[in-house]
């Protein structure tokens, strides 16, 4: 088991780096689009009751690097001033079984960076097409985070995944603490050929979360690693909906579900992405509309 800081855990966005260290519910992709090959990705993470679990860890933490499960520490006292951190008082307030209200927001992932960070942006005009959303109805604990990004052309979603890896890598581009810790290569990109009606989305790689989990490799340690994990996420679920602009006529996924609204939906067991470490590339044959 490993100890997260606590900083970490009370952080809206550090929450988004341990969605995938604490039983949560689906990871949902959602691509809508439109005739002209623009659209919008929103992929979201239900995180369920966690900011309940969090501020029961209030206080708890330890280094979790290079540790065993046999050799983890007891839990020390962390000292953290979260008080003034705006984002982690929004976080608690909506999450407040007593807040009456149900929250759902969108926000631009600039609007959350330091100035120190969004002045070394050198594309400042895609950065403002990614935004971060935040959800929780009202009187409940549960908490839904997601990405959405909006785009012109499926190159420019590629050039947005491509950012977002740049500052998944940089620990300070956001404020709360800690990197994004959203895995932006297991987002969804495609090709698309609007006059012809194809898309090809690519093979999503889940490689560096399975890394994350301890799940490569034939070791006992992961082997212990992985039967913990079935243990949390065993009913989890990486489902896709793809809406396209006109009536679907075929996908080579034999899995996939086309429905009458124009959508193709295709669902994955969690631990079977995780194993495997992707998900497979599929093409979607459509009726461009008129």
Not at 144 to 160: C, H, P, R, W, Y
Request: hydrophobic share 40%; aromatic share 6%.
């Amino acid at each position: 088991m490993k100890f997260i800081p606590n900083h970490l855990l009370l952080s809206a966005f550090g929450l988004l780096i341990i969605i995938l260290l604490s039983g949560c519910g689906d990871i949902i992709s959602d691509l809508k689009l439109n005739s002209n090959g623009s659209g919008t990705l929103s992929t979201t993470f239900e995180l369920g009751d966690l900011m309940s679990m969090a501020k029961g860890f209030k206080g708890m933490g330890a280094d979790s690097t290079g540790f065993t499960d046999d050799t983890v520490p007891e839990p020390v006292v962390t000292k953290a001033d979260t008080s003034k951190d705006p984002m982690q008082k929004l976080m608690a307030k909506i999450t407040d079984p007593n807040y009456d209200r149900n929250f759902d927001t969108l926000m631009a992932i600039t609007s959350i960076m330091p100035d120190s960070v969004k002045s070394k942006i050198t594309q400042p005009a895609l950065a403002n097409k990614i935004k971060v959303r935040f959800a929780s109805p009202a009187k409940s604990a549960n908490l839904t985070i997601g990405i959405v990004a909006d785009f012109d052309n499926s190159q420019q979603l590629k050039e947005m995944m491509q950012l977002m890896q740049t500052l998944d890598e940089n620990p300070d581009m956001l404020s709360g603490g800690g990197p994004l810790g959203f895995q932006p290569k297991s987002f969804m990109v495609f090709d698309a050929d609007m006059k012809a009606g194809t898309l090809k989305v690519a093979p999503i790689d889940y490689g560096d979360m399975a890394s994350q989990f301890g799940a490569k490799g034939d070791s006992t340690s992961s082997s212990e690693n992985l039967g913990m994990l079935q243990m949390m996420f065993g009913n989890s679920k990486i489902k896709s909906v793809i809406h396209v602009p006109g009536e679907v006529l075929s996908c080579t996924n034999k899995d996939a579900i086309l429905t009458k609204d124009n959508r193709v939906l295709l669902e994955y067991n969690f631990m079977d992405v995780i194993q495997k470490g992707s998900i497979d590339g599929f093409t979607i044959h459509f009726q461009p509309g008129k």
